[in-house]
């Protein structure tokens, strides 16, 4: 039976690879001393990985998105979503729309009102500043 014999290239070749990994492990325990400190080649070793992580990071710099975009796209992806929303609330995207469309209408009348009633209260107050002010120099 053939199955049962061992492989005499198969064992050599098991017995080199287990005797490059003791010898990895004896490469590793040499770099650290008693204490658990790595030793000076071990710290060179370290200096060297973080020079080299910071080269890699010079050569090719992080690209950032910039948060005005992302805002942006968040803005318009919560306007859609809300656009979807009424078409499904109301029935039909047009029905969607229509509201969409009478709410800004709706706003548009108020802003237009609230700035008509600032900019009257604007000029009555620079009005009475300024009889203020004639009154005042025509009393002195």
Do not use: W
Request: charged share 30%; glycine share 10%.
């Amino acid at each position: 039976m053939r199955f049962f014999q061992k492989d005499p290239i198969a064992e050599a070749e098991r017995e080199r690879r287990k005797a490059a990994y003791e010898q990895g492990r004896k490469d590793g325990h040499n770099d650290v001393d008693d204490s658990g400190l790595m030793t000076e080649h071990g710290s060179a070793v370290r200096r060297a990985y973080d020079r080299g992580r910071r080269d890699e990071r010079a050569r090719r710099p992080r690209r950032r998105g910039t948060p005005v975009l992302t805002t942006v796209l968040l803005l318009a992806a919560c306007a859609g979503a809300f656009v979807v929303y009424l078409g499904v609330s109301q029935g039909s995207f047009a029905g969607g729309g229509r509201t969409i469309d009478q709410n800004i209408a709706n706003a548009k009348a108020h802003a237009a009102q609230a700035s008509r009633t600032a900019a009257d209260r604007a000029g009555d107050a620079l009005e009475n500043a300024g009889q203020r002010i004639k009154q005042q120099n025509g009393d002195s």
